[in-house]
């Protein structure tokens, strides 16, 4: 007797895994460079080269046993103090080690955290576009999935709708700002007005409404884009990151889940998550992971490339008639579908080889998702594919 | 509003845990070599030199890309195969790359089983003394949780009493062999004649029992012990596996669950299991990870100090009048409280400075267990302690 819902969660790849997978297939069949795959989010550059020297200088170690043994369950007391360390000089606040808790990336991070707050009848709002995974994430934690339309010129906030969806079993609204796949960036506006709505409405329900940050992109923003620190702005702020993107290593799972001083019932928080990452069996990050990041935690990544794709491929797009607002973050264009949905579309690109993501499982079926984070001699190639797959629609 | 068992699972720490930080904390009051610190299972040999070079030449490799990014959810397709290959060469059986899905460690591996196993009343059985998550494991993963003592004489199963607990309801009977903490290796008798039960139960049920064995300490055996691959003699096993303890790796989080084609609905079974997986936060086994065990697949651990630990220390302890079944795997004692309850010997001993685990959260209050994954030289300067303690009750 084996658990339906689980088996439909396991038989049935995520659209943007199936392409991937169908990219690699036809790799094979018709040639490398003339599949033009925009489907997955793999960081495209290497990792900095501080941490490519962190493994190498951590693995030469003689004594083993410092490295690879159990750290207690947040994390080692130094990385933690690093991240933390870190996190303070950034924002000028004070940040102790012993609120951050390391995880296996950013997912177990929010699922942790989704778990700690799931109660009877408890919702957890997402903003349209959003990550895929947040729905079952969310109701697999035992909350109710609420999905907000964002404000569709900017991919800000829609603030009337999200209103509406809040109520006493309001639990906490996941911000991913920069976002995938839109490359939104939240403005101080946007953050101030948000925060404004959660206080009065956590007033009028008579408990804290949550922020989720969940802040994989954080540090990959362009032009004078910033990543406002939410806290300051609105105190009952839990962040999750991952060092997957910002340092390209997103097989290594590593990542954090962050609950500042000043949020309200954080301590309680704190523990429910760390013993809701327990029954999920998490005994701690991967410890040479944890002593990486402990090495590099103020290094900077280099976003030449990804600048470079993300200026191409809009002003490409954008020049052939496609409708797309210019990313400020992240490596992801989100794009209208010129005609048809976007389902449509992206199965007239597939016969040409040109794999790109439809928006349906983002909620949004009349965007597509391309992936900048490729090569740029792709995606040189894959151009003349765009603008033919438009002029076919004139 | 908070979940209130979240906050309960991760607010009270293990008694391990809680122990191994009282010592960290004695250390630095009365000096290290003042504290026989014999709590939790950290394993104190260095890693294999194969495993140490191979860390050492994945992160040499220039192209940091081929190493660090996502691989497919259950594996990269390499490693995976390096993982089928051995336990076919080792077991004779055919074993397929697809039926193997790393994880990051065994935990999460025996809690997505355990959820693809949850259904409407499911029951999850685990024989005495148990590893103490088992009971979190088995509860929140929406099962309910059966302990059935062992044959205490010699640690293996009493099947009078498992067969009474065994209804309609039951999914599925954790085998820990090696156990934790009793280092029983189950013989091919108890094997053979759990099959003939299971086999017989499963038919009176009309659905498979399925055996989930937790093998973490599959490699650590001593004398003549063999553990005997399951399914060949039982069908309808899945298999839970880490390199934690063979490659003394703890904190780098990389195990696997493993679904032998022979077991009945294996595929939905697997693809249950992924789908918790995914829903819990998974993406991948760490990849760096995953390319060590692909090259050190073969490898064997140097068992010399955990045996000279073993021997040393079960001598000594039965010699002063301690009751304890001389473990034939992994790397505890588990010896019976010479007087009061374990949990008050513990405490004594605590006093001296000599911490052991109380059976309590093993399910055998009277019994304690004590790591024998220490140092020779705190193992010769406990004795005298251990002496004293026992004498105090003569």
Redesign the interface.
């Known amino acids: 007797?084996?658990?339906e819902?689980?088996?439909?969660?396991?038989?049935k790849p995520s659209c943007i895994?199936e392409l991937f997978m169908y990219g690699m297939k036809q790799a094979a069949v018709v040639g490398k460079e003339n599949v033009y795959d925009f489907s997955?989010g793999?960081?495209?550059v290497?990792?900095p080269q501080a941490?490519?020297d962190a493994?190498?200088a951590l693995?030469?170690q003689e004594?083993?046993?410092a490295?690879?043994?159990?750290?207690?369950?947040g994390g080692a007391p130094d990385a933690r103090k690093a991240v933390a360390d870190n996190l303070a000089m950034r924002t000028g606040m004070l940040v102790r080690p012993e609120n951050i808790f390391f995880?296996?990336?950013a997912?177990?991070?929010?699922?942790?955290v989704l778990?700690?707050?799931?109660?009877e009848g408890?919702e957890i709002i997402a903003i349209t576009p959003y990550f895929p995974?947040y729905r079952?994430?969310i109701e697999?934690?035992g909350n109710k999935f609420v999905a907000v339309p964002a404000d569709m010129e900017h991919f800000q906030i829609n603030f009337a709708e999200l209103e509406k969806r809040i109520n006493v079993h309001t639990?906490a609204i996941i911000v991913n700002s920069p976002n995938n796949p839109s490359g939104a960036v939240y403005s101080h506006e946007t953050l101030r007005t948000l925060a404004a709505l959660l206080k009065r409405k956590s007033k009028d329900v008579g408990?804290p409404i949550y922020i989720i940050a969940d802040e994989p992109y954080r540090e990959l923003t362009y032009d004078d884009a910033y990543v406002h620190y939410i806290p300051d702005i609105y105190p009952d702020t839990v962040i999750c990151y991952s060092y997957s993107k910002v340092f390209?290593?997103?097989?290594?799972?590593i990542g954090y889940f962050f609950i500042p001083d000043c949020v309200t019932?954080g301590e309680?928080?704190?523990?429910?998550?760390?013993?809701?990452?327990?029954?999920?069996?998490?005994?701690?990050?991967?410890?040479?992971?944890?002593q990486v990041v402990r090495a590099c935690a103020d290094v900077k990544p280099d976003l030449t490339e990804y600048d470079r794709n993300r200026t191409v491929l809009y002003d490409a797009l954008t020049s052939y008639g496609y409708t797309c607002v210019k990313p400020q973050g992240a490596f992801y264009l989100f794009v209208k579908a010129p005609y048809g949905t976007a389902k449509e579309f992206s199965d007239r690109a597939k016969l040409e080889n040109l794999l790109i993501v439809p928006g349906d499982d983002f909620g949004c079926p009349e965007y597509f998702r391309a992936s900048t984070c490729v090569s740029y001699e792709m995606i040189k190639r894959s151009l003349p594919v765009f603008k033919m797959l438009i002029d076919e629609g004139k």
Chains 1, 2 share one sequence.
Request: with cysteine; aromatic share 8%.
């Open positions: 007797m084996i658990n819902s689980m088996y439909q969660l396991g038989s895994r997955i793999n960081p495209s290497p990792a941490v490519t493994f190498r693995t030469a004594d083993t046993l490295i690879h043994s159990y750290t207690p369950a995880t296996c990336g997912a177990p991070a929010l699922v942790s778990r700690a707050l799931s109660v408890s995974e079952p994430f697999f934690t639990q408990h390209s290593l997103p097989g290594e799972r019932d309680r928080l704190f523990a429910a998550a760390a013993g809701a990452a327990r029954i999920m069996g998490h005994v701690c990050a991967p410890s040479l992971q944890q």
